[in-house]
């Protein structure tokens, strides 16, 4: 559900570049492989072959997705709703964003939908601009190059409705029923539903480089490097465990959360529901590990080379 940003490649993201390549600064991204943990009861972990190549992915909630080099997509996992079913043309793709419907972003700036839908296949006109997309559990999101966040599909509990001034945006996030903006005073905007206090930014609301969505919790890197994690917390998930700092990216799951340190270790915490072994089943640490992502109850690590 989430993607995240780093303020370091920031200017980057300004000057047109995939949000995809941030987590280990380069531009272009270099081309590697996923490792995949977690369930397996739809065929989500199968990566499909050859598993190298791969420039940026996205965990659904029973499907997977990675983008090649050249630009194609490739889906695994359930079909429900056509999630696996690549609009064409398969090309010039830069960054791919899933739950149970998906958003593309073309090195174009346009965003393609598709999947289930609850009016999240209507991007809204101009469909220009973007560099960066979120999708939340029937809203989505698209980061424009001048800063503002463009916020459509299900719209029940306010998670469309972008807080003003809408300006200054670095980063997105889109979680079940709510939403999160970072600005570039390192601050967080976050709206839609906060019934266990997930729009409920901690204080100081400042030095903040990252930002994800879980179902129903938030979280955060600071530029320390450690994460603040706030909302539902029923299983732990917003319970960072000790030594918290270090870390490069986080991603939020249903009831889990999942963090990676710069050294390439990955530590996840919350639930582990029937033994899915997303907390249990994570890969060693590898240095070259640069980015993770989290789906419903199944997760997903690049390497790159």
């Given at each position: 559900?989430?993607?995240?940003?780093?303020?370091?490649?920031?200017?980057?993201?300004?000057a047109g570049c995939p949000k995809s390549v941030m987590e280990n600064s380069t531009y272009p991204p270099v081309p590697g492989s996923i490792a995949p943990w977690g369930s397996n009861a739809r065929g989500e972990c199968n990566v499909s072959m050859p598993n190298e190549?791969?420039?940026?992915?996205?965990?659904?909630?029973?499907?997977?997705?990675?983008?090649?080099?050249?630009?194609?997509?490739?889906?695994?996992?359930?079909?429900?709703?056509?999630?696996?079913?690549?609009?064409?043309?398969?090309?010039?793709?830069?960054?791919?964003?899933?739950?149970?419907?998906?958003?593309?972003?073309?090195?174009?700036?346009?965003?393609?939908?598709?999947?289930?839908?609850?009016?999240?296949?209507?991007?809204?006109a101009p469909n220009t601009g973007f560099i960066a997309i979120s999708t939340g559990g029937h809203h989505n999101m698209g980061l424009k190059q001048d800063g503002s966040i463009v916020a459509w599909g299900r719209n029940s509990s306010g998670q469309c409705i972008v807080p003003e001034p809408n300006s200054g945006f670095v980063a997105i996030a889109a979680g079940l029923l709510h939403s999160m903006g970072l600005r570039d005073d390192?601050?967080?905007?976050?709206?839609?539903?906060?019934?266990?206090?997930?729009?409920?930014?901690?204080?100081?609301?400042?030095?903040?480089?990252?930002?994800?969505?879980?179902?129903s919790h938030s979280l955060a890197i600071?530029?320390?490097?450690?994460?603040?994690a706030w909302g539902k917390n029923e299983e732990h998930q917003c319970d960072v465990p000790s030594l918290n700092g270090g870390y490069i990216d986080v991603t939020g799951g249903y009831e889990?959360?999942?963090?990676?340190?710069?050294?390439?270790?990955?530590?996840?915490?919350?639930?582990?529901?029937?033994?899915?072994?997303?907390?249990?089943?994570?890969p060693e640490s590898d240095s070259n590990f640069i980015a993770v992502d989290a789906g419903h109850v199944h997760c997903l690590a690049l390497r790159g080379l």
């Amino acid at each position: 559900m989430k993607r995240v940003v780093y303020l370091p490649v920031l200017i980057l993201l300004f000057a047109g570049c995939p949000k995809s390549v941030m987590e280990n600064s380069t531009y272009p991204p270099v081309p590697g492989s996923i490792a995949p943990w977690g369930s397996n009861a739809r065929g989500e972990c199968n990566v499909s072959m050859p598993n190298e190549g791969y420039t940026a992915f996205s965990a659904g909630v029973s499907a997977s997705f990675g983008i090649r080099a050249d630009g194609s997509i490739e889906a695994w996992g359930w079909n429900v709703h056509g999630a696996c079913d690549i609009p064409e043309p398969n090309t010039g793709f830069i960054e791919v964003s899933a739950s149970d419907n998906v958003l593309g972003l073309k090195e174009d700036g346009s965003i393609v939908a598709w999947g289930a839908s609850t009016g999240t296949h209507m991007v809204p006109a101009p469909n220009t601009g973007f560099i960066a997309i979120s999708t939340g559990g029937h809203h989505n999101m698209g980061l424009k190059q001048d800063g503002s966040i463009v916020a459509w599909g299900r719209n029940s509990s306010g998670q469309c409705i972008v807080p003003e001034p809408n300006s200054g945006f670095v980063a997105i996030a889109a979680g079940l029923l709510h939403s999160m903006g970072l600005r570039d005073d390192g601050s967080i905007e976050a709206w839609g539903w906060n019934m266990y206090g997930q729009c409920d930014v901690p204080t100081p609301n400042s030095g903040f480089v990252a930002i994800a969505c879980g179902s129903s919790h938030s979280l955060a890197i600071r530029d320390d490097g450690s994460i603040a994690a706030w909302g539902k917390n029923e299983e732990h998930q917003c319970d960072v465990p000790s030594l918290n700092g270090g870390y490069i990216d986080v991603t939020g799951g249903y009831e889990f959360s999942v963090g990676l340190k710069a050294d390439g270790t990955i530590v996840a915490w919350g639930l582990d529901e029937t033994g899915f072994g997303y907390l249990t089943g994570i890969p060693e640490s590898d240095s070259n590990f640069i980015a993770v992502d989290a789906g419903h109850v199944h997760c997903l690590a690049l390497r790159g080379l």
